[in-house]
């Protein structure tokens, strides 16, 4: 854990006093909780059945041969149920907070990954489910706000500031003071303030902890492992296990974006633009302005395109334990053909920033070791984002088309729409379900 929520100067827990009862509550929730043998027999079983733990590490002959280096093995995270390593979060959170007596989930989302977790996680547990999203954010992310509304969460649009991910932060901490004793606020990475970064880094901690095993288990010796940073959980998760030794390398790969421009990029410890500063609650490093106020960012990668990194993260750069490295945009799309061609693996946009890391570092590990990419996520999701890049006339051709469609069958549409359920017959069913 932390020392009293900070990890060297990093960290901490600057709230508005009406936060700090809700945290000390959640803390020592926590601390029982994880000392409590049938509450981890329980989740234990969820990650086996719901989540499907665990996860492969499977070894990657091609790119290991092309490479020409180290041995690549991939953590395939991506299998995990909803693609990403989120859900491992996200299900533990809801099932402390049923612990706690909580009956409703509040969380933020900027992309969508994590609201889509969290109301899975919640129609699984039986939870009330409310995600805070950027009003500008559901524009855009419309494939997310479908499916978090079929898992059975409100979907609300925040219309304050940028009216995007900082906006749903800030209206999320809103009800979360509004409504302590009701409501559990699901953070989605491993930051905000103490205790956040100890819990998400503790359920995310399984990743590392499978590794580790697995590897001993095949006797793989790892020389390197690399991990995407966007708030930093699925690095620290997959990391954690190893950060008290000196070896192997551990390297986390930031959006590098367009460039090194101011607004090009998220990269928060490597970019000319990064520095220490608090902001929602908590002290790390972040993209900021000379008046302290948050830069825009920008990387192709949704999940990895946030001012801020989690403060463990930071502290673990600066003392030298964790290498930073950013990568391109472009990088990132040659290392999803790479391993989707060469391997058969599809990766998402963030973790395709960690594959290109490995692919550049792969030449300067021995051959009998091992570089370790996590696969934070499966590609599927990016359709939207790769298909209009590597095939971009067929693709507007096929939206064309399917507006087209849509247009003509209108009618059909909204009649088939009372049949299948979205009629009054079906809202009466669902109030007698007692679940709406
Ligand atoms: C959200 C997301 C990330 C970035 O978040 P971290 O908290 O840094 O792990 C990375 N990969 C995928 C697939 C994501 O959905």
Not at 200 to 205: A, C, G, P, W
Not at 277 to 286: A, M, T, W
Not at 351 to 374: F, L, T, W
């Amino acid at each position: 854990m932390g020392n009293n929520g900070f990890f060297d100067n990093y960290g901490g827990k600057y709230v508005a006093e009406v936060l700090r009862r809700p945290l000390d509550e959640l803390e020592r929730a926590f601390t029982e909780a994880m000392a409590d043998k049938d509450f981890l027999a329980e989740l234990d079983l969820i990650r086996r059945d719901y989540i499907g733990r665990e996860t492969p590490l499977y070894f990657a002959p091609t790119a290991t041969k092309l490479l020409g280096g180290a041995q690549i093995y991939i953590k395939l995270e991506g299998l995990a149920n909803t693609g990403a390593h989120k859900i491992n979060n996200a299900i533990g959170q809801c099932l402390l907070a049923k612990r706690m007596g909580k009956t409703r989930i509040i969380a933020e989302t900027g992309a969508g990954q994590h609201g889509l977790a969290t109301a899975a996680a919640c129609a699984k547990l039986g939870l009330d489910c409310t995600v805070y999203m950027g009003e500008v954010d559901v524009r855009r992310q419309q494939p997310n706000v479908a499916a978090m509304e079929l898992y059975g969460a409100k979907v609300k649009p925040v219309v304050s500031g940028s009216r995007t991910l900082k906006d749903a932060v800030n209206e999320a901490m809103r009800d979360w003071a509004a409504n302590p004793d009701s409501t559990h606020y699901v953070l989605g990475s491993a930051l905000g303030p103490a205790p956040f970064p100890d819990i998400v880094r503790e359920f995310q901690s399984v990743i590392g902890r499978e590794v580790k095993r697995q590897c001993e288990e095949r006797g793989v010796n790892i020389g390197a492992m690399v991990a995407c940073v966007g708030g930093g959980s699925n690095s620290i998760g997959f990391f954690e296990p190893f950060i008290n030794q000196k070896e192997p390398r551990l390297i986390g790969a930031e959006a590098g974006g367009i460039g090194p421009g101011i607004g090009e990029n998220a990269s928060r410890m490597t970019g000319t633009a990064a520095r220490d500063g608090i902001l929602q609650g908590y002290k790390s490093r972040f993209l900021l302005d000379e008046d302290g106020q948050a830069l825009p960012t920008r990387s192709i990668s949704a999940g990895l395109d946030y001012c801020g990194i989690g403060p463990q993260l930071a502290a673990l750069g600066r003392s030298g334990r964790i290498e930073f490295t950013s990568v391109l945009d472009k990088d990132a799309l040659e290392a999803v053909q790479f391993f989707a061609r060469n391997e058969g693996i599809l990766f998402a946009l963030e973790s395709a920033h960690a594959g290109a890391a490995a692919m550049k570092i792969a030449r300067e590990i021995p051959k009998d070791q091992a570089v370790i990419i996590n696969m934070s996520g499966r590609g599927d999701k990016d359709v939207f984002i790769t298909s209009p890049v590597f095939r971009p006339k067929e693709w507007l051709d096929f939206l064309h088309a399917e507006i087209g469609r849509l247009e003509s069958r209108k009618d059909i549409h909204e009649a088939e729409a009372m049949a299948v359920g979205q009629g009054p017959e079906a809202a009466a069913l669902r109030q007698d379900s007692g679940r709406s």
